[in-house]
């Protein structure tokens, strides 16, 4: 159970930063870095 | 407003960088809640194991944890003492500690966990911004220990279910008490990491044949079950003596029997599953409760509040407090004196023998602190 999350996880950081790269507002790339924050720190299990 | 630009994957790129650079200071803070506190064993300490010596099924894993053993000159009764059941409830680690740094076995033997969510150390509960860590003064030099969550880290068990069934009697939980290993018990050899870490601990008790197991706990000051012993039917007598006793010391402190409809705490399910004596304690511990004010390393120590002080002149709270608050020492000193009498009820009533030497007492405790009963630092 524990990977599908894990994977879930990474396809959900492989997309938001797919996103970031082609958003043209800079507000809303900002909203996705902080998004990425907590979802790396999962992926890794430090937090 | 928007700022479009034609440089966005210039501001991407810059964005990423920044991330990774918060991750990596975010990540050093988190990872140095796993660098586990010293503790420095006192000469009565005989053996130092791992609870996977009775379970392998959590070798390996955070949920093994050091069980200090202090075994007699002479052949006895034997007690098991758990410290750490959650991690912020600092006064059950901190009295656990006291024993394996100073306790003396003259007979029977002596179990000591102080950490018994050891996963449960390395991480803070969300949204309530407790400190990570606190010390303690010595004669020699400041200790430190950490203050960590009620549950299991869900970097070492996730995720929640919706719903959380406790095993064995189909108790319906929410999905976070998953987590809390106090309602795990008897655990399961192929559940959770939390119940196989309830599970080692039933299988040690029934391997080693523990007569009494004391759980200690900290409770908020407005939580009815606070200043207070729980215990098993089957504990009854002994606790009532225990109560009388360390009534006599000048602890005020109630008997409750634990509820038969409450199912996974240490005090039901250790008494019904294994042939231990099972108790529970509880003391006031202000940095874990709801209306405190400002959470930081003094509220841990010094357990002073002026939130606190008001509620009880409203008569909320279900224990005294001042302007003095309850101090860690207090409820060292409390939790201490309770095992202490727990072990001289056994012998006075003619259960069994077991006894504890070389503590500090109540008011010793009290007056000089915990730390004055801490070993240095490299001792
Ligand atoms: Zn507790």
């Given amino acids: ?47 | 407003m928007q700022l479009i630009t034609r440089h966005n994957r210039t501001w991407a790129a810059v964005l990423l960088v920044l991330t990774a650079l918060v991750c990596v200071l975010l990540a050093q803070q988190f990872l140095s809640m796993r660098v586990e506190e010293p503790i420095y064993p006192g000469p009565g300490v005989t053996e130092q194991r791992m609870l996977s010596d009775w379970f392998p099924g959590i070798k390996d894993t955070a949920a093994d944890t050091p069980v200090y053993v202090l075994q007699g000159e002479q052949p006895g009764n034997s007690m098991l003492v758990l410290g750490g059941t959650h991690p912020n409830e600092p006064a059950g680690q901190l009295s656990a500690v006291l024993l394996i740094e100073n306790a003396q076995l003259s007979v029977g033997t002596l179990y000591v966990i102080p950490r018994t969510n050891n996963s449960a150390f390395t991480t803070t509960d969300p949204q309530e911004g407790a400190p990570m860590r606190f010390t303690i003064d010595t004669p020699n030099g400041e200790r430190w220990f950490r203050f960590g969550s009620r549950a299991t880290n869900p970097v070492h068990q996730w995720p929640d279910p919706e719903i959380y069934v406790h095993a064995s009697s189909g108790q319906r939980l929410s999905g976070s008490e998953t987590r809390n290993i106090n309602r795990s018990y008897p655990g399961r050899p192929d559940g959770t990491l939390t119940e196989k870490a309830s599970y080692a601990i039933a299988e040690m008790i029934r391997k080693e044949n523990i007569d009494i197991t004391i759980d200690l706990h900290e409770a908020s000051p407005e939580y009815p079950t606070i200043n207070a012993v729980v215990a098993h039917e089957d504990a009854m007598e002994l606790a009532s003596w225990a109560l009388l006793n360390m009534q006599m010391e000048g602890m005020d402190i109630m008997l409750e029997p634990s509820p038969k409809n409450l199912h996974g705490l240490t005090h039901r399910e250790l008494g019904d599953f294994t042939d231990t004596y099972a108790v529970l304690m509880e003391t006031a511990n202000a940095s874990q409760g709801r209306l405190r004010g400002r959470t930081n390393e003094a509220l841990v120590v010094e357990g002073k509040d002026k939130f606190y002080v008001r509620a009880a002149q409203y008569g909320r709270l279900y224990v005294p407090f001042d302007e003095n608050g309850h101090p860690l020492n207090e409820r060292v000193a409390r939790h201490v004196t309770g095992i202490l009498q727990f072990a001289q009820a056994y012998n006075d009533l003619g259960l069994g023998a077991i006894a504890i030497d070389n503590m500090p007492t109540f008011t010793q405790i009290n007056e000089n602190g915990v730390g004055a009963y801490l070993n240095a630092p490299g001792e």
């Fill in chain 1, 1 to 47: 159970m524990l990977y599908v999350y894990l994977v879930l996880v990474a396809l959900l950081i492989v997309n938001i930063v797919w996103n970031m790269l082609r958003e043209k507002d800079v507000f809303v790339q900002v909203d996705a870095a902080l998004v990425l924050v907590p979802l790396i720190l999962r992926l890794l299990l430090i937090k």
